[in-house]
């Protein structure tokens, strides 16, 4: 199935800005909620890829507004801008069976990927289930983010400061 530029855009999560730490305690939470489903449809996480990658861009400059009365107002400064690149590959082993509560609350990036892992298993167990029988080779979740944030300090002297995070996490399963 071909989707268009439009529908692609709408199934990507985006967050306000989050940190790595708070995006694996959302990561390991899924995965422990849905532990028992992925054993009893045979599989297992093989291993957890996370690429972050981060586009960051500043500006900084001064401006003079003068407002003369005849003319009305004149507008004198600078601006200097930068950016910078930066991409963060974490390849995880898996998280050891744990038993977790039922009443932990789930960021939104943690329900997506328990709703994922959860329709992964189910075509797993029908797989393999249904006739005619097949067996799992491999089989992956990948979930797609962008986290963005976004600040500004204003003085005499303005300077701002813009990033955007467009993140890729996939799970990697294997028979067990």
């Known amino acids: 199935m071909v989707r268009s530029y439009a529908e692609e855009k709408a199934r990507i999560l ?3 800005g989050m940190s790595v730490d708070n995006i694996m305690v959302s990561v390991k939470a899924a995965l422990m909620e849905t532990q028992q489903v992925m054993e009893t449809s045979g599989i297992k996480i093989k291993r957890i890829d996370l690429t972050l990658k981060s586009i ?3 500006e900084t400059g001064t ?3 003068l407002n003369i009365p005849i003319l009305g107002e004149l507008k004198l400064g600078s601006r200097i801008s930068e950016k910078s ?3 963060t590959i974490l390849s995880l082993k898996p998280p050891k069976p744990t038993k977790v509560a039922k009443d932990v609350k789930f960021p939104q990036l943690g329900e997506r990927l328990k709703e994922s892992i959860l329709s992964l298993t189910r075509g797993v167990m029908a ?3 249904d006739d005619p029988p097949l067996e799992v080779y491999e089989s992956s979740v990948e979930l797609n983010f962008i986290l963005t ?6 003085l005499i002297i303005k300077s701002g400061l813009e990033a955007e995070l467009t ?5 990697v399963f294997e028979k067990i």
Do not use: D, H, R
């Open 63 to 65: 401006q003079i507004k």
């Open 167 to 171: 993140n890729n996490l996939k799970i």
């Open 56 to 58: 960051a861009s500043g």
């Open 149 to 154: 944030s976004e600040s500004e300090i204003s």
């Open 127 to 129: 797989a393999v289930n």
């Open 85 to 87: 690149i930066q991409t």
């Open 14 to 16: 985006e967050l306000p």
